[in-house]
């Protein structure tokens, strides 16, 4: 049975931005817009690059960056799920799911 895309992200999806990253590099850092920002406003996560001169290989490495963010993984685990947000928050808090535990005599138990 062939996986069923549940959802993608491109860089269509989100803001770029270029600016002056500066530092190292002599002149021509200072000159050319290198640095990039890749910003995806759904999930607030951010990547941003400054390792080589190149655009293009800046582009790449940020939205790589961006993907691998703890955000935007949070993100992904919501939008991957069968129920909507609200709902899987109601069904994570259900007390069937939790385990209370509390400190008793210096060591950790569980509270029914």
Known sequence: MPLELAFSVT???CVVQTFRCGGNGGQKVNKTSSGIRVIHPLSGAVGQ???TR???QNKTLAFRR???SGR???WVRVQGGSLPPEQQVESDMDPGNLLIMGRSEGKWKIID
């Open 49 to 51: 690059a400054t390792d």
């Open 54 to 56: 190149s655009q293009l």
């Open 11 to 13: 860089i269509k999806d």
């Open 72 to 74: 935007f993984q949070a």
């Open 66 to 68: 961006m993907a691998e």
